[in-house]
């Protein structure tokens, strides 16, 4: 099964932006639902931006709609995050997921996790 390993974490200061990214241990036959998602220590996961990999229109968070930007590099096997206008809010640990589904890519249960990476955002 491919594995997924994110970096560009760190603490940053609200304004400014940021690239996430997430690498898969191997190329995949065919299109999967791939999404970044972040957590909060005491809340839920929630899901931050998805897109599926065979084309089509990426799903955002209201919350950062306008502000983050998902996209990918399949020759490179890499998931990306872009996140703008930072704010203290967007502080979380970000994980990168896939799941190969016919669902909505916005409804599917993803399967297949990476260990995350931790964003700081200070004011």
């Known amino acids: 099964q491919v594995q997924l390993e994110e970096s560009g974490g760190g603490s940053v200061e609200a304004g400014g932006s940021t690239k996430l990214s997430c690498r898969a241990s191997?190329?995949?036959?065919?299109?999967?639902?791939m999404g970044w998602f972040r957590q909060t220590p005491g809340s839920q996961r929630e899901s931050v931006a998805t897109?599926?990999?065979?084309?089509?229109?990426?799903i955002y968070a209201e919350s950062v709609k306008g502000r983050f930007a998902i996209s990918q590099n399949s020759a490179e096997n890499t998931l990306h995050l872009l996140m703008s206008s930072r704010k203290p809010e967007d502080t979380a640990m970000y994980y990168c997921?896939?799941?190969?589904?016919?669902?909505?890519?916005?409804?599917?249960?993803?399967?297949?996790w990476g260990q995350g990476t931790q964003v700081t955002v200070s004011s």
């Open positions: 997921a896939a799941v190969r589904t016919m669902k909505l890519c916005e409804e599917a249960e993803y399967n297949i």
């Open positions: 191997a190329k995949t036959s065919g299109a999967l639902c």
């Open positions: 897109i599926y990999t065979g084309g089509g229109r990426p």
